[in-house]
């Protein structure tokens, strides 16, 4: 009698065993920081990271809040960004997160329109096919419009707006996007690897003035 009870205690404990690895396996989350601002030195931009004008002077530089260090771009009738080469498999990690703040959206600024297609904050993501889906905080586009943001033939670019206006200007605001679905949904086909990442501001087409932080950007594994 005593031995088949053994026997049922021992797989109870076995089963026991396997359920607490599996939730340890679901809570364990993979995740690459591309965009660490704590890590930058004083007026240099780390290794892999480059600046790219479109127009006009870019205004860079690094804060320190109750939220911790980061990155502040000032557009003042110009269009610049921070960018840098990355090597993301979106099937691992499609999770892309990030959070933001904006000081200042620019006035009369509608992507939706290329004469007036400046945002205070954008996160673009570029893939392997030289697809792009950009992440916007527009001045007067509706948060969820999601729609192409190109005018030029053979350039693809899909914009998903994340946040409007200005009515949460002066807070940090946290994003976690699905990467790959986004992707399907814009493209209708899977995503491939991701390969660069930029973090972009523009004021030009409406000679405006335009301000935004940045914080930690991440691609993972599970949202946040």
């Not at 007026?43 to 530089?61: F, T, Y």
């Not at 889906?133 to 509706?142: F, G, H, K, L, Q």
């Not at 209708?188 to 990442?197: D, F, L, M, N, S």
């Not at 301000?211 to 949202?223: K, W």
Request: overall charge positive; glycine content about 8%; charged content about 20%.
């Amino acid at each position: 009698m005593l031995l088949p009870v053994r026997r049922k205690l021992r797989k109870l404990l076995v089963a026991c065993a396997l359920l607490a690895f599996a939730f340890r396996a679901r809570s364990f989350q993979l995740a690459t920081i591309v965009l660490n601002a704590a890590s930058w030195g004083a007026g240099r931009l780390p290794a892999g990271w480059q600046i790219k004008v479109n127009h006009g002077s870019p205004d860079i530089s690094f804060t320190t809040d109750a939220d911790g260090v980061s990155v502040h771009l000032k557009s003042v009738k110009s269009s610049f960004a921070l960018e840098r080469g990355v090597d993301v498999d979106p099937a691992q990690t499609p999770y892309l997160t990030w959070r933001w703040k904006v000081a200042q959206v620019p006035i009369g600024g509608d992507f939706r329109h290329a004469w007036t297609d400046d945002q205070a904050a954008q996160v673009l993501v570029a893939f392997a096919d030289r697809r792009i889906v950009t992440y916007i905080w527009d001045s007067t586009a509706p948060r969820g419009t999601v729609q192409s943001a190109s005018a030029i033939p053979l350039v693809h670019i899909f914009a998903v707006v994340c946040g409007s206006g200005a009515a949460e200007a002066n807070r940090w605001i946290p994003e976690s996007h699905n990467v790959a679905a986004d992707y399907e949904n814009a493209y209708g086909r899977g995503a491939p690897h991701v390969k660069g990442i930029r973090i972009q501001i523009n004021s030009q087409h409406t000679g405006t003035t335009a301000e935004s932080y940045f914080g930690e950007v991440a691609f993972r594994s599970a949202p946040q």
